[in-house]
């Protein structure tokens, strides 16, 4: 009777031992949620498995949807069957990547974890009076605890983290020369036009970086209009010389700045539309240049400016095309250059629409001649405006030569009804050069739609994706390095060619680094262009829409590469094991054939790495004391596929000049590539549409050091934290390594360290570069999407960076220039 009246007394309580009252809708609520997540995985798992992926997903799906109608019923076996899941579910996980992959796990326990937590959690509903409200708590908490330490523990030992010992440089070595032309000053957009982006300033060293504090910030005053809010992305890195900054804004103001205190000395604004924006506006730097003798000048030189006439010039490229000469002193139009202070580079192309030809890198100044690639706005149309490379006189703004590679012996100047050849390939990103040899170095592009070959003519196959070293007084090619044959993965060079001396038998020799977006790194000689390292022809996967036009094999650098292994089933990613399942379909059904996969129509197929990199124009630091290389880079994959003229056309693709029109956008996604049998739809970073997670696990951008010596990795460690990244683009504030996309790249100290931005989580950080470890870091007002530079001023050593953001990197947009110094004394 006792009993009796204690059950009566408890709503909550059934003869039975099941709920009643409002504990049944409780549980039936997670019943529910645990078989409708049941059904999914299962009718998914089954799709997965027909297409020969892994059991895991339907075997799960029907566990939980056993547990669920259980549940409903108010069963504890419903319980039980759950935790059977989980616990397979826990064996399966570590036995697929292990328990030192912590990123890898966060789908595959994450969500079943929670689940499990809730069942726990419902216990005393299900066994009322039999298992209490405090110990279903603590197996609550005790779960959590457990998930947590695993979660800690797995992130800190992820296996992308491996160390070894830098070299420290001997007692009293010298760097040699032509280290000298950086210190106080930081004369080039590269730090030289050797472009290794190295100080021998050793004022800030991780025993003092700590200190480090903000010693100004300079706002440019140059934000998008409404118009041009989704396609900015400032990207500039200052010059330093004597006691002045120069450096141009998103839109092409140049400024000048007082280098101990930020102040504005000067600004002038060339006027630039933004009708001319191709996909982000951006001026990664500017090109100072002085009248004066050089060694190894050209036998007539070009006339020297008279004194206060522009003898000191600051010269950059706009997105509309020009090259623009201002008075260093006073920001003044150079009336002797060009007209009016400017030349157009944009004569001689025939038709231009605005947007699709622009200068977004500083040009590069050898021997007095200005020597200018341009960008060529991706994707939209074969017949799009020439990829000429020209040369202009620097005093003068005179067109000495223009190289356009299917008319070597091309005279100028051009007829009236001439043009230049359309479509050839471009650069778009900073050359380097050799002031002594009279070369500049030309990261070449693709040509104008990235992803067909088939009517590429006999120069555009040899020329493009290659390092070009041409001859600044005639203009021609020395000689060339072909890193992608007939490329259709838009693997175009973006890192400018870094210049050193590297050890042969026959001793040191003039050389240069080229990184790659595909990963590889080649030393190549940089007289001849012979690689001083080995370079092997390697089988490349065939088939595609091309086949015809597929390359049998691909060079690959036997010296280094910063691209990892092939993708997997196993690496595909998500939120939950909802979305790694449905990127894990997506993997199956795509083309992979692994590098250099064919594109396809009737399929998507899979790049990677990605066309962001391997190593984009950030390009790599170098040591020459340490003789190390820092790279960061990015590892992504893309998830592509070609479309049908007659389908991109009822979606109403067109080139800019047409339907379409617009500025910015995601460069690949739904470019027409006009003139061609095919568009192109590229998924960068290759996203789920809901969550926008990537479907490939983390890290997804690294930083490495690199013996120069011998490619020996030294160490290697994901860089960018979580903070910003998130589902459904909601930031997650996680102050947690994670390995983010990044862009822009890295200065190096002979202090010892590696001062770099460039990841999406806006923090600027300065590295250990014989630990890899960060030492100091400070969180950006907008995105650090630009190379940091260092110089001396007042008897303080600066570090400085544009936070501008960038739209394509999803960071926020800004105009701040900031300037960092250790406290004055």
């Not at 799906?61 to 759950?82: D, F, H, Q, T, W």
């Not at 944009?346 to 341009?374: A, D, F, L, N, R």
């Not at 020329?463 to 044959?485: C, E, M």
Request: proline residues 8%; hydrophobic residues 40%.
């Amino acid at each position: 009777m006792a009993d009796r009246r204690d059950m009566s007394a408890n709503p909550e309580r059934r003869g039975d031992g099941r709920p009643s009252g409002a504990g049944v809708w409780v549980v039936r609520a997670l019943a529910l949620v645990i078989f409708l997540i049941g059904l999914v995985l299962a009718g998914g798992g089954a799709w997965l498995l027909s297409l020969g992926g892994s059991a895991y997903y339907v075997l799960a799906g029907l566990g939980l949807i056993v547990a669920g109608v259980l549940l409903a019923r108010g069963r504890m076996s419903g319980a039980l069957v759950y935790a059977v899941v989980f616990a397979a579910t826990l064996i399966w996980a570590f036995w697929e990547v292990g328990i030192a992959n912590g990123w890898a796990l966060v789908p595959r326990l994450v969500g079943p974890l929670v689940l499990m937590m809730l069942v726990v959690a419902v216990l005393p509903l299900l066994r009322p009076g039999r298992i209490g409200w405090g110990g279903a708590l603590g197996g609550v908490v005790g779960l959590a605890v457990l998930a947590v330490v695993v979660t800690v523990i797995s992130i800190q030992a992820a296996p992308d983290r491996q160390m070894a010992a830098v070299p420290r440089p001997e007692a009293g070595s010298m760097p040699d020369p032509s280290i000298r032309e950086t210190g106080a000053d930081w004369p080039a957009y590269g730090g030289t036009y050797s472009s290794r982006r190295y100080s021998p300033l050793s004022q800030i060293t991780p025993e003092n970086v700590g200190q480090l504090q903000r010693a100004w910030l300079y706002h440019t005053g140059d934000l998008p209009s409404e118009e041009a809010k989704d396609s900015y992305g400032a990207e500039t890195t200052p010059l330093k010389i004597g006691d002045t900054l120069y450096l141009c804004s998103a839109k092409n103001i140049l400024i000048a700045l007082d280098a101990a205190t930020g102040e504005e000395r000067w600004r002038h604004d060339p006027g630039v539309e933004d009708k001319y924006i191709p996909y982000t506006a951006a001026c990664r730097g500017v090109s100072y240049f002085e009248g004066a003798d050089v060694a190894g000048a050209p036998a007539a030189p070009p006339a020297m400016p008279t004194e206060g006439d522009c003898a000191t010039r600051i010269i950059e490229g706009t997105l509309d095309g020009r090259i623009i000469a201002v008075d260093a002193e006073t920001g003044t139009p150079c009336a002797g250059f060009g007209t009016n202070g400017a030349v157009d580079i944009k004569e001689g192309m025939g038709e231009v629409v605005p947007g699709m030809v622009s200068i977004t890198s500083p040009p590069v100044i050898v021997q007095g001649v200005i020597v200018t690639g341009h960008q060529v706005l991706d994707g939209q149309k074969r017949s799009a405006p020439s990829g000429v490379i020209q040369g202009y006189d620097a005093i003068t703004g005179e067109q000495r030569w223009a190289w356009d590679m299917t008319r070597p012996d091309l005279t100028l100047p051009l007829p009236e009804d001439d043009t230049y050849t359309r479509g050839t390939p471009n650069m778009w990103t900073t050359a380097s050069g050799d002031e002594e040899l009279g070369l500049v170095y030309l990261p070449m592009g693709n040509s104008a739609v990235d992803y067909w070959s088939g009517d590429r003519s006999e120069a555009e196959n040899q020329y493009s994706t290659s390092l070009v070293a041409i001859d600044v007084n005639t203009g021609r090619p020395a000689w060339s390095f072909q890193t992608v044959h007939k490329d259709v993965w838009d693997y175009d060079l973006g890192s400018q060619a870094t210049l050193v001396d590297y050890p042969t038998a026959d001793g040191p020799v003039p050389a240069l680094i080229l990184p790659s977006k595909q990963g590889d790194i080649y030393i190549l000689n940089r007289r001849t262009g012979e690689p001083l390292t080995g370079v092997e022809e390697r089988p490349a996967p065939q088939g595609g829409v091309e086949p015809d036009e597929r390359s049998p094999t691909q060079p690959a650098s036997l010296f280094h590469t910063l691209r990892k292994s092939d993708l997997t089933e196993a690496r595909m990613w998500g939120m939950s094991p909802i979305d790694q399942m449905i990127c894990r379909i997506q993997f199956r059904q795509a083309s992979y054939k692994g590098f250099y996969t064919p594109p396809t129509t009737d399929q998507h197929w899979i790049e990677y790495p990605g066309y962001n990199g391997g190593s984009d124009w950030g390009g790599v630091a170098v040591d020459p004391l340490r003789r190390v290389i820092i790279a960061n880079y990015n590892d992504m994959p893309n998830h592509n596929i070609l479309v049908p003229r007659e389908r991109a056309d009822e979606l109403g693709w067109a080139p800019r000049s047409e339907s379409r029109g617009e500025i910015g956008g995601q460069e690949g996604a739904g470019d027409p590539q006009a003139g061609t049998p095919y568009a192109i739809n590229v998924n960068a970073g290759w996203r789920l549409p809901v969550t926008l997670l990537l479907c490939k696990e983390p890290p997804y951008g690294g930083i490495r050091a690199i013996d120069m010596d011998t490619g020996q990795t030294l160490w290697d460690r994901p860089l960018g934290e979580a903070r910003t990244n998130g589902p459904f683009g909601i930031p997650s504030m996680l102050p947690v390594t994670i390995g983010t996309p990044n862009n822009g790249g890295s200065v190096v100290t002979a202090g010892g360290l590696i001062f770099i931005a460039a990841a999406t989580d806006n923090l600027i950080r300065a590295i250990d570069m014989e630990t890899g470890e960060t030492v100091w870091q400070d969180t950006l007002p907008a995105g650090g999407q630009a190379t940091p530079m260092t110089y001396e001023a007042g008897g303080r050593q600066y570090l400085v960076i544009m936070a501008g953001g960038h739209h394509f990197m999803e960071t926020p947009i800004g105009d701040e220039l900031i300037a960092y110094a250790l406290p004055a004394q």
